[in-house]
């Protein structure tokens, strides 16, 4: 890897407003080991991901017995919710959308099919029409059940 330049790996901090700044400049000078280094990590995150697969439930578990969800949120609060929605996700939104068009697309696309080929029952008046909405819903899981 290149090597990062000094600016990268400044040690003194003297207060919030320095440690902020430091933060910035090695985010930027990082940004290209991040990218190096997580291009060929597929295998070893696959295989390190399932190997963990037991300690995730336990800890999900852990977080379930502990609220820690619902603490979590009320501790945030709505603020963060709409700060970080707004001044993150705005920017992101249209990046993420083109950037998962492919897959989204491949995704959505055996459902698509399932809903296609399904037969429905002919339609009724209004507030009678519940047989066909439960064999939507049916249809779909059962295609999500099957894989």
């Known amino acids: 890897m290149d090597a990062a330049p000094a600016l990268c790996y400044r040690a003194e901090l003297r207060n919030q407003d320095q440690a902020r700044e430091i933060g910035r400049e090695i985010t930027v000078c990082q940004g290209s080991r991040y990218k ?39 501790k945030a609060g709505a ?18 959308i083109n950037a998962g068009a492919q897959q989204y697309q491949a995704g959505i696309q055996p459902y698509l099919d399932v809903l296609g080929n399904l037969q429905l029952s002919p339609r009724h008046v209004k507030g009678q029409n519940q047989d066909r909405a439960n064999a939507v819903a049916q249809a779909l899981r059962a295609k999500k059940l099957a894989g």
């Open 36 to 74: 190096t280094g997580v291009a060929a990590a597929g295998p070893d995150w696959q295989a390190h991901a399932a190997a963990a697969s037991t300690v995730w439930a336990q800890a999900t578990q852990d977080a379930i017995g502990r609220d820690a969800f619902s603490k979590g949120v009320t």
């Open 79 to 96: 603020g963060k919710y709409t700060d970080r929605a707004t001044n993150l996700g705005a920017g992101r939104y249209v990046s993420g």
